[in-house]
């Protein structure tokens, strides 16, 4: 089972910048690799909606509304995604979840897109 710890939420005021981190980690073996990792939020009464994606190769994708202000990156050795938020808006304000696709582990392939952290909560005041 993956286990996925986000952290690097709080309080900031509009224009302000924040640095989310998401540990990935199994309940049992090791991991070998990681596929895609996204980012997602969900506002108070709302969907969650996808942020921004990160293949293993490095490719991203982002949603129109932080096109530009965000920055997602991935440290493969550590097992640990990231995501870098400058600019911050009042709209921003969400618990933010992090999530992967599938793990290949020391005791074989892992599906994990239904596993979910507790997310981390990022306030942004105007």
């Known amino acids: 089972q993956v286990q996925l710890v986000e952290s690097g939420g709080g309080l900031v005021q509009s224009g302000g910048s924040l640095r989310l981190s998401c540990a990935v980690s199994v309940s049992s073996g090791v991991i070998f690799g990681i596929g895609d990792m996204r980012w997602y939020r969900q506002a108070p009464g709302k969907q969650r909606d996808m942020v921004a994606m990160?293949?293993?190769?490095?490719?991203?994708d982002y949603a129109a509304s932080v096109k530009g202000r965000f920055a997602i990156s991935r440290d493969n050795a550590k097992k640990t995604l990231y995501l870098q938020m400058n600019n911050l808006k009042s709209e921003d304000s969400a618990v933010y979840y992090c999530n992967v696709d599938r793990l290949v582990t020391s005791r074989g392939p892992l599906y994990a897109s239904d596993s979910w952290g507790q997310g981390t909560q990022v306030t942004v005041s105007s």
């Open positions: 990160i293949g293993s190769g490095g490719d991203s």
